[in-house]
């Protein structure tokens, strides 16, 4: 009996070898498992980021292309560049190129991912054919479907009278 108990005294619980490699395995089956959710969720979210670029680009350049319109006073296209020209002198430059759009100001550059199809400047009336108006349709590719914008800058008296350069 008192070996038994002086075994007792001495000895240390611990995990047996089997144990040990039950947990182990437990472990690296988790460790996986959240490997795999943690692919999963990174992937999704670099696609809900590139849907959200090609978003945030076109509210981007709808918005700079209505400023300029407001605020400028005269909208030219040559070839594939829309230019619009301020009361002060300022010019700002559309080059639209085959996967992207920059925007040329006199203080910065600004680039859309966004496809340009075509390019259409035309003069309309309204309803009650008194106003003129000079429309800028531009067709641009948005996730593989076609898509027109409108943006309408109105023509004024003093412009409709001005000589027609030659």
Do not use: C, W
């Not at 009361?87 to 006199?106: L, P, S």
């Not at 003069?123 to 108006?133: A, D, H």
């Amino acid at each position: 009996m008192s070996k038994i108990t002086l075994n007792q005294k001495n000895s240390v619980s611990a995990f047996s070898i089997i144990e040990t490699i039950v947990g182990m395995a437990i472990t690296a089956i988790i460790m996986s498992i959240l490997f795999v959710i943690f692919n999963i969720v990174t992937e999704r979210m670099l696609d809900f980021k590139n849907q959200n670029q090609l978003v945030n680009d076109l509210n981007r350049l709808t918005y700079s292309i209505n400023k300029d319109i407001f605020e400028k006073e005269k909208m030219t296209r040559i070839d594939n560049e829309l230019f619009f020209k301020g009361y002060a002198g300022e010019k700002v430059t559309y080059n639209f190129q085959e996967d992207f759009t920059i925007r040329t100001h006199e203080t910065f550059i600004d680039t859309f991912k966004i496809k340009l199809k075509q390019i259409v400047i035309d003069t309309v009336r309204n309803k009650s054919e008194q106003l003129l108006f000079q429309k800028l349709k531009l067709n641009v590719e948005i996730n593989e479907n076609e898509s027109s914008l409108n943006f309408y800058k109105r023509v004024y008296a003093n412009e409709l009278l001005q000589k027609i350069p030659k």
